[in-house]
């Protein structure tokens, strides 16, 4: 069984499973029709099925040793803008990040895995995830069981940052870790005539913004990475007003645990001492959303030496400040969080992930089914 040779002939199928998703794009939990398109196939193929709210687990196959490929299934609140036949249905709903295409690629790679099932030598898992986007759907399907027996796990995510039809591949930190911050700084408000009798939170928020950029430059070691951004400022309604508060919100990101630990000290020194020193106080809270994706060097060779055998293209992939929450998964599990390359200028395709014009280069999702279910077998093979 060639995989290369069995994704190429359903490559039509799966483009028009990418495209129906595509029209009709759901939220984070709420799959519900995704998911229940993604079910009848796998109960006709002949999966075992285990629901996790909208997220489905699937087995295929038995045996002492299982692996694991996953794909994430919801949208993102964005208006499309593209002007396509399958352009998105749903006002203010986009698979503005290839969801969709995770989806179909996994769903062609279970319809060839079942069709040669008897080959296997062990047992496939199948997860489709609910929640990638800020849902952190990957914990809600491990507490589900995703990972119970599981001896390897891996996923896809297209690519935009490399040429169609290229699979990345990289060992070590691929994406970081990230946390998501609100403060309040709250001072005494008034006439914007009489400042001296009033606590400005306004300018007390700009030197609290200034001062965080200094932990990028000065207490992060230049060898590492970390990124604090402010991404949103709110604060008073008039022109003459001097308001009580400003709430800001933002977010870190680290690929090493003791960086974002370092960030989130400093953010809570600055905070502290800066409104102290104008006599203003502050609320905090800081949340981590997923810890650094790190692909298991063993499983990335792995990865390699499959996509070599089967003619496959793969390169490097640059690490991205970018986060997923495949990483929990990878926290359990060894494996590895691969990239499929969706750039195509000649098509036009080069807008970022969560563009509201992004789009990707249907021609070559059936070289990520290929991929899996290379994986697959090779993986139960060893």
Not at 188 to 209: C, L, V
Request: contains cysteine; charged residues 25%; negative net charge.
């Amino acid at each position: 069984m060639s995989p290369v040779e069995e994704a190429l002939k359903i490559k039509e199928e799966i483009i028009a499973w990418r495209r129906d998703f595509h029209m009709y794009p759901e939220l984070k939990y709420e799959e519900k029709r995704t998911s229940k398109i993604v079910k009848e196939h796998l109960r006709e193929w002949g999966y075992k099925i285990k629901r996790v709210g909208t997220g489905i687990i699937a087995d295929i196959g038995v045996g002492e040793r299982t692996i694991a490929l996953r794909a994430d299934m919801d949208a993102l609140p964005v208006q499309e803008e593209n002007n396509i036949p399958y352009k998105s249905k749903i006002p203010g709903k986009m698979h503005a990040c290839g969801h969709d295409a995770h989806t179909a690629m996994l769903l062609g790679a279970a319809k060839i895995i079942a069709e040669h099932s008897e080959e296997l030598n062990g047992r496939v898992r199948l997860i489709f995830q609910p929640a990638e986007e800020g849902g952190n759907g990957a914990l809600k399907m491990i507490e589900g069981g995703a990972l119970e027996g599981v001896d390897a796990i891996f996923g896809f995510h297209v690519w935009m940052d490399l040429p169609s039809g290229v699979i990345g591949i990289r060992d070590g930190p691929f994406l970081a870790g990230a946390g998501i911050f609100n403060a309040l700084i709250k001072g005494r408000g008034g006439h914007g005539a009489s400042p001296h009798e009033t606590i400005d939170p306004i300018p007390i928020a700009a030197e609290t913004i200034l001062a965080l950029q200094t932990i990028g430059s000065r207490n992060i070691d230049p060898i590492e990475s970390g990124v604090i951004s402010v991404t949103s400022i709110c604060g008073g309604t008039a022109f003459n007003v001097i308001p009580e508060e400003v709430k800001l919100k933002g977010t870190i990101r680290f690929f090493k645990p003791g960086v974002g630990e370092l960030i989130v000290r400093r953010m809570k020194e600055i905070f502290e001492g800066v409104t102290k020193a104008h006599g203003a106080s502050y609320e905090l809270d800081i949340e981590e959303l997923t810890p650094p994706t790190v692909n298991d060097k063993r499983m990335a060779d792995f990865a390699r030496k499959v996509a070599d055998k089967y003619g496959l293209m793969w390169g490097k992939v640059k690490p991205t400040m970018g986060a997923e929450d495949f990483s929990f998964y990878l926290q359990k599990v060894p494996g590895v969080f691969l990239a499929l390359g969706i750039r195509n200028e000649e098509k036009g395709i080069v807008h970022p992930h969560h563009h509201p014009k992004f789009d990707v280069d249907e021609e070559v999702l059936h070289l990520g089914t290929a991929m899996e279910v290379a994986l697959a077998f090779e993986f139960l093979r060893e």
